[in-house]
């Protein structure tokens, strides 16, 4: 996930945040109240025996790391709780999204980014995983918080508007990465434009 300066600075930070959040027991995720996609889902993709389509929505994450990330300045101050959201947009399209919340049911919004990976192509199996390939072709953020637009604005050295999207390009890299999908589940790994990741990084997202 190394989409513009964002990705950039937070490769310790954010990715690193992230990727524990798969780790925990679920006794750290909170109930949440229902998530509403505002990203337009279509088509689907065939991984292995499975297929993908629609949209899948991880839990709402509140780990001590979320408050401890936004205490140090890695996140915006009001942020509480995180997770994350994949939608296939076409046969050959995904959007992989990050939504931030000020409070621990994810119910308000603090901020949400979205990378547009387009030629999703999948390759060979992996172990219990598959190596897929995509192109970085767009990034869009929204924040909906004063403390995630000053956040924003300083990552970003552009200025932003509560409530207003921001959309931009990609890295227009390909990338590698690894995805394990089930009739109702999709987890995938950290994409990288040189090799493949070993591991899943994400949560696990159940089909909406």
């Not at 949400?112 to 190596?131: E, H, L, P, Q, R």
Request: glycine fraction near 8%.
């Amino acid at each position: 996930m190394k989409k513009l300066l964002f990705w950039i600075v937070l490769i310790v930070g954010i990715v690193v945040l992230l990727g524990s959040c798969a780790k925990k027991d679920e006794a750290t995720t909170a109930a949440t109240v229902t998530f509403t996609s505002t990203t337009t889902a279509a088509g689907s993709i065939t991984v292995g025996s499975e297929t993908m389509s629609g949209t899948y929505v991880s839990p709402c994450y509140s780990g001590a790391e979320v408050a401890a990330a936004a205490s140090a300045g890695q996140l915006p101050s009001d942020l509480l709780a995180m997770r994350d959201v994949l939608v296939v947009t076409s046969d050959t399209s995904i959007s992989e999204e990050t939504h931030a919340y000020t409070d621990t049911t994810c119910s308000t919004l603090s901020y949400y980014s979205k990378d547009g990976n387009t030629s999703f192509s999948v390759g060979v199996a992996s172990g219990d995983y598959y190596k897929v390939t995509y192109t970085e072709t767009s990034f869009k953020a929204l924040v909906d918080t004063t403390a995630a637009e000053t956040w924003w604005e300083a990552l970003l050295s552009t200025g932003l508007t509560v409530g207003t999207e921001l959309s931009g390009t990609g890295s227009g890299k390909n990338e590698l990465n690894l995805f394990s999908v089930t009739s109702t589940t999709v987890q995938i790994g950290d994409d990288d434009n040189e090799t493949y990741p070993t591991a899943m990084d994400s949560q696990v997202m159940t089909k909406q």
